[in-house]
C-alpha cells in the first residue's frame, strides 16, 4: 500500500497565509527527488497551530499539486472526533490516499475513549487510516491492547510509531 520514503511538509507561510509558490517548490522538489509520498499538517507541518480552514486549504492544495504522482496522506487529527471527523472527510472528498490521525491530544482520553474516537473517524471515512502515536507531544501512548482491537477496523492499516518503545511495536 504505502512503501518508500514518505516526508512530512512544513506548512510555508508569507504575510500571515499559506505560500503557495513555496509549497509547489516544496512538492516538486520532494517529486524530483524520488519520494514516494508526501504528508500535509503533520507535526512537522504544525496542524496543531493551524485552523480547519488553513488545514482544508493546506490539504487541498498538496492533493492538486502532487496530481497523483506520489501519495498523499493528509494529517487530519484533532482533539475533537467531530473536526477529526470532518477533516478526514475533506480530505478523501478532494482526493487524499489516506489520512494519518494523532492521538487528541489535551483530554488524554482512556483506551476506551481513544477506540471510540478512531472507531467513529474510520467509519465515517472509505480512505485507509493510520494511527499515529507520539506520546512525547500528546501525554498518552496508544497501548498495544488497543493497537490490537484497532486493526480488526478494515480501513485502518497502519500506525506511526513515534514512541521510542520497542514494546510498543
Known amino acids: ?7 512530512a511538509l512544513v506548512t510555508p507561510f508569507k504575510n500571515g ?4 509558490k513555496a509549497l509547489e517548490r516544496l512538492i516538486e522538489f520532494q517529486i524530483k527527488n524520488g519520494t514516494d509520498g508526501i504528508l500535509p499538517c503533520g507535526c512537522t507541518g504544525e496542524a496543531a497551530t493551524l485552523s480547519m480552514e488553513e488545514q482544508k486549504r493546506m490539504i487541498k492544495l498538496t492533493v492538486g499539486l502532487v496530481k497523483k504522482k506520489i501519495s498523499v496522506i493528509a494529517g487530519t487529527g484533532s482533539n475533537s472526533t467531530r473536526e477529526a ?9 478532494v482526493g ?15 483506551p476506551r475513549g481513544l477506540l471510540l474516537h478512531y472507531e467513529k473517524v474510520a467509519g465515517a471515512v472509505e480512505i485507509p487510516i493510520i494511527l499515529y502515536n507520539v506520546p512525547s507531544r500528546t501525554g498518552i501512548s496508544i497501548l ?5 482491537a484497532l486493526s480488526r477496523i478494515k480501513n485502518i492499516v497502519a500506525i506511526k510509531e513515534a514512541s521510542g518503545e520497542l514494546n510498543q511495536v
Open 144 to 148: 498495544p491492547e488497543t493497537v490490537a
Open 96 to 110: 487524499a490516499d489516506a489520512a494519518l490521525l494523532i492521538t487528541p491530544y489535551y483530554n488524554k482520553p482512556t
Open 85 to 93: 471527523i470532518e477533516l478526514t472527510q475533506y480530505a478523501e472528498e
Open 1 to 7: 500500500m504505502f512503501e518508500g520514503s514518505i516526508v
Open 17 to 20: 497565509e499559506i505560500d503557495e
